[in-house]
Every structure is written in C-alpha cells, then in structure tokens.
C-alpha cells in the first residue's frame, strides 16, 4: 500500500516538473496592416495637418477611427483621431458642451494609444494639450484646475524625451495665455518659444508618420513677436 501511494506521488510530480518545463505556447502576432496602409494613413495625416476647418477635421477623426480598426495594434490613428479632435475644438463655433464632448473622444482616442504603448513624449504632450482645450472653453472657471494639468503633464512630456518640442512649444503656449498678474503673458513666454525654436530645430522624427507638428504654429508666433517690435 505504501509502496503505490509513494509511485503515485512520484507520478504527480513529474508531471507538475513537466508542466513547468514546457514552454508555453507563443502568443500570436499582431496581424500585419494591409498593402497600401501607410501611404493612405500618410495622406490622412497630412490632410489633418493641412486643414483649419472644423467639419473636414472631425470628418477626418471619423475617418482615423476606422483605420484603427483596419491595423487595431498602430497607435498613430488613435493618436491622430486625438489630434484631429482636438483642433476641431479650437476652429469650431459650437456650443461648450459640444466641445467637452469633442475632447472626451479625444481623450478615449489617447487611452486607445496609450494602451496600445505609443510614445509616452507625444502623448502626454498630446494630454496636455487637450487640458488647454479645455480650459480655453471656460478660462475663469477652469484656469485653478487645468492651467495646473497642463504645467505638470509638460513636465512629465520633457522628462520621458527632452528632445521632443512639441512640450515645449505647449508649455509656451501655456505661459502666453496665462495673465500677467500670475507671471504668464507675451514676454514671459518669448524665450520658452525661443527655447522650443532650438528644439525644433534639432529635432528629426521617428518615421515618415511619427508625430511632427508644431514648428509651423511656432514660427508664426515668433514672426508675431517680430511684427510687434518692428512697429514699436
């Protein structure tokens, strides 16, 4: 009798030793994006980058979600969706509540990239960004609550990649529209822009379709800087 329970014991753990010894099985892999993929995304991209009217952006943030699904492991659609939301928000006319709407998908887009591990930099700048957003909608009753998010999510921005500018330029953006009382205003926020003005230009992006807005908004703030002193 103690003889078989003691071959029976023997029995079970080579069989526990052979369960953890096998290796497990690997996972699947993410299914390739279809031919053509990039260069439609590519244009995709370009045409939210070229655009400032409100409907053709949110038509082009419908038109990003579906790519999402076509290649659901890319993080740049939902980053882009996220971007396009975002700047429908600063062209459009409709109502506040219609706004913060535009800027929940935007955030539920970031989410989807965020999950999917996208540039940490880039989507923390892209967060940042939506703050402002949202608190350009109703600046006395938001300023104490989002000028906040903002300052520290640039920060956390710089600190995943310092030589990323779009942090910086939206850290600018963040001073020049701060009152002069609490040490924002124009002049405060020149040298940041000038600051970002260098980063831009030491900056080269990881792809063709990685993130790389930003110098074009900045060097039309700069020139309004030149405007102003060459009329004083």
Avoid: C
Avoid at 110 to 132: F, N, P, V
Avoid at 164 to 186: H, K, Q
């Amino acid at each position: 009798m103690k003889k078989s329970f003691f071959t029976l014991a023997l029995a079970a753990l080579s069989l526990a030793a052979a369960a953890q010894t096998t290796p497990a099985a690997p996972a699947p892999a993410a299914a390739a994006a279809p031919t053509g993929y990039a260069d439609l995304l590519g244009a995709t991209i370009k045409e939210v980058m070229s655009t400032g009217d409100a409907a053709t952006l949110k038509a082009l943030a419908a038109k990003l979600e579906r790519a999402a699904t076509v290649a659901p492991a890319d993080w740049l659609p939902r980053y882009y969706q996220g971007y396009a939301l975002l700047i429908h928000v600063f062209q459009s006319k409709e109502s506040d509540d219609q706004k913060d709407a535009a800027l929940d998908q935007a955030e539920a887009a970031l989410a989807k990239a965020r999950q999917l591990h996208g540039d940490e930099s880039e989507l923390l700048t892209l967060q940042a960004y939506i703050y402002q957003a949202r608190l350009g909608i109703s600046p006395m009753m938001r300023s104490m609550k989002y000028s906040r998010l903002v300052t520290e999510t640039i920060a956390q921005a710089k600190k995943a990649n310092p030589a990323n500018p779009r942090p910086y330029l939206v850290g600018a953006n963040n001073v020049y529209y701060t009152p002069s009382m609490f040490g924002g205003g124009a002049e405060a926020a020149k040298p940041l822009y000038e600051e970002a003005k260098a980063k831009f230009a030491a900056f080269r992006p990881a792809s063709a379709l990685a993130p790389n807005w930003g110098e074009r908004q900045l060097l039309g703030r700069l020139k309004q800087y030149d405007v102003a002193a060459a009329t004083k």
